[in-house]
């Protein structure tokens, strides 16, 4: 991605951030009856840990957190699938992908039926993986950034893949173009 787009100008940083794996996921969301769940669904969702060897990352109760995600006596759901588990996931042809993610939520959510909505957002290669060793690959990827004047790096690739992170990252890269500063990185 960006190793990619700045390789040509800078082959070292190039290869540098192509150090950063990416996984990616794949989002379904479906709507139900609220009859055809039996589940109590107490909370604002699940995540599922690695250990339950689930092709589900995390199921989000959408319409128990924010009333307005879906009609009266409907259920909203997002389910989160793939990431570094199952990195084909995110690629998937959605019809397997929505057929594996109701298989699976049937049996915990006690599902009757097929859902009223259904929609696939597929996201790949858009989560950083976070290796031992990534503090100090970022600094190697900053200080060779900071010999490219005028560029400035954000994103969930660096300091924290969290929206609150990548909003201070992009006011710092920001903040730092607005200043006319190459090599003011961190966090």
């Known amino acids: 991605m960006s190793g990619e787009l700045l390789g040509p100008l800078d082959s070292d940083l ?28 107490a909370g604002a969702g699940a995540v599922v840990g ?7 990352l995390a199921v989000s109760f959408s319409s128990r957190k924010y009333g307005h995600r879906a009609p009266e006596g409907k259920t909203a759901l997002r389910v989160f699938v793939g ?22 939520l049937s049996g915990l959510l006690k599902i009757s039926g097929e859902p009223v909505y259904t929609r696939v957002a597929h996201w790949p290669r858009t989560m950083p993986q976070y290796y031992v060793g990534h503090q100090g690959l970022v600094a190697r990827i900053e200080q ?44």
């Open 14 to 41: 190039g290869r540098l951030l192509g150090q950063i794996e990416h996984s990616g996921t794949a989002i379904v969301s479906l709507g139900f009856d609220e009859r055809q769940i039996g589940h109590a669904m």
């Open 50 to 56: 690695k250990t339950e060897n689930s092709p589900i």
């Open 83 to 104: 990431g570094a588990r199952a990195p084909e996931m995110a690629e998937m042809e959605d019809g397997r992908l929505v057929e594996i993610v109701l298989n699976e």
């Open 144 to 187: 060779r950034a900071a010999r490219l004047s005028g560029l400035q790096l954000a994103g969930n690739a660096y300091h924290g893949v969290g929206i609150p992170d990548c909003i201070g990252g992009g006011e710092r890269a920001a903040q730092r173009a607005l200043d006319g500063k190459d090599a003011a990185y961190g966090v």
